[in-house]
C-alpha cells in the first residue's frame, strides 16, 4: 500500500511524461512534414514546443532530483543554479512570444485587408 506522501511525486513523473511525450510530437510532426516547415507561423510554433520542452525538462528534472534523491543542483554548482534562473526566466517568455508570433501571423495572413496581406 503506498502513503499519501509518494503520491504526489508519482504524479509529477506521470505530468513530466505526458507533457513531454505531447511537445516531442509537436515537435517531431511540424519538423518533418514539408508543408509544415514552409510557412512562417508553424516555425514559431515549432520555436514554441521546443521552449515548453526546454521550461518542463528544466523545472521538473530539478524537482525530481531534489526530492527523489537528495540532489539539490542549486548548492552543487552556483553556474548551474545561475543557469537555471536564467532558462526558468527567458524560455517561457520566449514559448509565448512564439505563440503570439504565430497567431499575428496567421491573422495577418488570412485577413481580408490586401494592405495587411
Known amino acids: 500500500m503506498t502513503k499519501c506522501g509518494t503520491v504526489p511525486h508519482f504524479r ?54 531534489t526530492i527523489g534523491f537528495s540532489i539539490d543542483l542549486t548548492r552543487t554548482s552556483i553556474g548551474l543554479c545561475k543557469l537555471r534562473q536564467f532558462i526558468n526566466i527567458i524560455v517561457p517568455g520566449l514559448g509565448i512570444t512564439c505563440y503570439w508570433l504565430s497567431t499575428i501571423n496567421q491573422f495577418l495572413v488570412t485577413s481580408r485587408s490586401a494592405r495587411l496581406r
Not at 510530437?25 to 514546443?49: E, H
Open 12 to 65: 509529477v513523473l506521470f505530468y513530466l511524461f505526458l507533457n513531454f511525450f505531447g511537445g516531442f510530437m509537436t515537435i517531431v510532426i511540424r519538423s518533418t512534414k514539408r508543408s509544415f516547415r514552409t510557412k512562417p507561423s508553424t516555425f514559431f510554433m515549432l520555436l514554441s514546443a521546443i521552449a515548453g520542452c526546454i521550461h518542463l525538462i528544466n523545472g521538473t528534472l530539478a524537482r525530481i532530483l
